[in-house]
């Protein structure tokens, strides 16, 4: 597994949830907003692991390349997330279902191609990484809370940012599923 392309994917998908993190942050405790993302993460993961075994299962690795087409549309697609912030009873359950609302399609979509190859092995130490990833930047967001300039940041140039940065998964889905080097060998 490829921790760089781990953490462009956790950072590209869940940039438009971190603003949001800001608002659960204020509202809630840290811990609780922790642990409902830690869920709502990890049944996208475990979601868009079993769908990409069970797709690889049934097809050739470089035709799995072509699910690198998902991160690109989505790069290029032009609707928006709802950012409302929902509420549903505990702060846990309210963190887990906004997150599952804002970020499943794109999350799904681009993880799906990522972990499709993947062993359980690889699956499990995904997992432990992305949940390190999260707890890191929970903490790192608890601490710019307060600064404006985040904010700013965010609003002026996140959404360039989120897209290319899914442009760049899509493109490494069809190197590195073999897509790429199967097509150039149908072409010569």
Same mark, same amino acid.
């Given at each position: 597994?490829?921790?760089?392309?781990?953490?462009?994917?956790?950072?590209?998908?869940?940039?438009?949830?971190?603003?949001?993190?800001?608002?659960?942050?204020?509202?809630?405790?840290?811990?609780?907003?922790?642990? #409902?993302?830690?869920?709502?993460? +990890?049944?996208?993961?475990?979601? %868009?692991?079993?769908? $990409?075994?069970? @797709? *690889?299962?049934? /097809?050739?690795?470089?035709?799995?390349?072509?699910?690198?087409?998902?991160?690109?549309?989505?790069?290029?697609?032009?609707?928006?997330?709802?950012?409302?912030?929902?509420?549903? #009873?505990?702060?846990?359950?309210? +963190?887990?279902?906004?997150?599952? %609302?804002?970020?499943? $399609?794109?999350? @799904? *979509?681009?993880? /799906?191609?990522?972990?499709?190859?993947?062993?359980?092995?690889?699956?499990?130490?995904?997992?432990?990484?992305?949940?390190?990833?999260?707890?890191?930047?929970?903490?790192?967001?608890?601490?710019?809370?307060?600064?404006?300039?985040?904010?700013?940041?965010?609003?002026?140039? $996140?959404?360039? @940012?989120?897209?290319?940065?899914?442009?760049?998964?899509?493109?490494?889905?069809?190197?590195?599923?073999?897509?790429?080097?199967?097509?150039?060998?149908?072409?010569?």
């Amino acid at each position: 597994m490829n921790y760089g392309i781990l953490t462009l994917t956790f950072l590209s998908v869940n940039l438009d949830f971190f603003v949001m993190l800001l608002f659960l942050l204020k509202k809630y405790r840290t811990r609780q907003v922790l642990i #409902g993302y830690l869920i709502g993460l +990890v049944i996208l993961l475990t979601a %868009s692991f079993l769908i $990409g075994r069970t @797709l *690889a299962h049934w /097809l050739p690795e470089w035709v799995l390349g072509g699910l690198g087409l998902l991160p690109i549309w989505l790069a290029v697609r032009r609707d928006t997330d709802d950012d409302a912030v929902k509420t549903h #009873g505990s702060p846990v359950v309210s +963190v887990c279902v906004t997150y599952l %609302s804002v970020c499943a $399609g794109c999350n @799904l *979509a681009i993880f /799906l191609p990522v972990l499709a190859g993947e062993n359980w092995a690889h699956f499990g130490l995904t997992l432990i990484f992305l949940s390190v990833l999260t707890i890191i930047m929970v903490a790192l967001l608890r601490l710019i809370v307060t600064l404006p300039v985040v904010e700013w940041v965010l609003n002026r140039f $996140g959404e360039p @940012l989120m897209r290319g940065c899914y442009v760049l998964i899509g493109l490494y889905v069809f190197w590195d599923s073999g897509l790429v080097s199967h097509l150039l060998t149908l072409i010569h």
